[in-house]
Each structure stands twice: as C-alpha cells, then as structure tokens.
C-alpha cells in the first residue's frame, strides 16, 4: 500500500512539474514575441522603385509583374537551408530566388539539393553583383516588388516569415510590412527624419 501511495505522490510530482515547465516555456516564448526577438524583420534600405531593379538588370524580368519577391540566400547559413527546404522541388509563382554561392560547386549541390539548380526564376551570384547592385548584403533577406518597383526589403529570419511574404504575393497585408519592435535607433531608413520617427 505504501509504494502505491509513493508512487501517486511521485507521478503528481511529475504532472506538476511537467506542467510548470510547459507554463515556462509558453511564458518565455510569449516574451520573446512581445521584445521582438522572436523572428523580428529587420529593414533593408533598397531604393524604392525600379532603380534598384533597373542597376541589378532585373527590370525585363520584374517589370510586368503585379507582385513578386527576390529571395536571397547563400549556402552558408543555416536559416537560408530552412528556406530552402519550404520552396525546395520548386519556387512558387512569382518568386525569384538570388543564391550567392560560397564556391560555384558548393552552390550548385546546395541547389541540387533542393531541386531549385533548373528553376529558370534562379539568378545565380556568386561574385555579389546583382546583390551589390540591389544593395543587399546580408542573407537570408527577400524585396518585395510591385509593378516593376521595389516596395520594401528585409531580413527573413524564419520559415514562417517566408509564409507571411507568400501570402503578401497573393495579394494579402500590406506593401510595407510591420517591423515589429525594433528601435528607431538601429532601423535602417531611407531618411533620417523616418528614423527619428
């Protein structure tokens, strides 16, 4: 009789504590969304309109289309294989996929891997000219383009961000998203009178 009341006390114990930990970690994920480190987007200055698109040569490709995305990835991080692994086998309608390569043989694994290497919408770079040309320098990050210009531009930092920019395609939110809680001290602006603000 008494093992079975050690051992009900022990898995009450355990429901208890399991529940506690559960508790934790939906308050812990709660914090980090409400501070804005949970996936944040973080601005990227790009030149509104088709001069950015018009410097990368992007403009025949771009300019008849009501919305479209660039993504740009690199085979060195890890969150540009999460990416990968949402659109790999093929990009969706509309998606154009700039892939800046460590070495072209690493590049063209990591593309096989994905099966992205035949998709004509990917625009290989591996010197960083057309990165250069639409002023993007880090990676993963993704330019929203509308009729033939360049709206807005950010970092990607999850999967779930590159859903909200698919759903932006289809025409939901939008042109310029919401940046979450950044402070106006580190958000990157087109003027200085939009970061003060």
Same mark, same amino acid.
Request: include cysteine; glycine fraction near 8%.
């Given at each position: 009789?008494?093992?079975?009341? $050690?051992?009900?006390?022990? /898995? ?8 506690? *930990? ?23 200055? $790009? ?15 771009? /300019? ?26 093929? @990009? ?18 990591? @593309? ?9 919408? *990917? ?45 932006? *395609? ?28």
């Amino acid at each position: 009789m008494l093992v079975w009341i $050690v051992l009900v006390a022990f /898995a009450a114990a355990f429901v208890l504590v399991f529940g506690a *930990l559960v508790e934790m970690l939906r308050t812990l994920e709660q914090l980090r969304i409400e501070s804005g480190i949970l996936d944040s987007l973080t601005p990227i200055d $790009v030149p509104a309109g088709p001069a950015a698109l018009t410097a990368a040569g992007l403009t025949p490709l771009l /300019a008849d289309r009501p919305r479209a995305i660039v993504l740009v990835l690199s085979d060195m991080c890890v969150t540009c294989r999460k990416l990968a692994e949402r659109i790999a086998g093929g @990009l969706p309608d509309d998606v154009w996929l700039l892939f800046e390569p460590k070495t072209v043989q690493t590049g063209e694994k990591w @593309l096989s891997q994905y099966g992205l290497g035949s998709d004509p919408r *990917l625009l290989i770079d591996p010197d960083g000219r057309l990165a250069a040309a639409l002023q993007m320098q880090i990676s993963p990050a993704v330019v929203r383009i509308r009729d033939g210009g360049v709206v807005a531009a950010h970092t990607l930092p999850s999967p779930r961000r590159l859903e909200e920019e698919l759903r932006w *395609l289809r025409g939901g939110g939008e042109d310029r998203p919401m940046y979450g809680h950044i402070p106006d001290t580190i958000r990157f602006s087109t003027t200085k009178a939009e970061a003060s603000s």
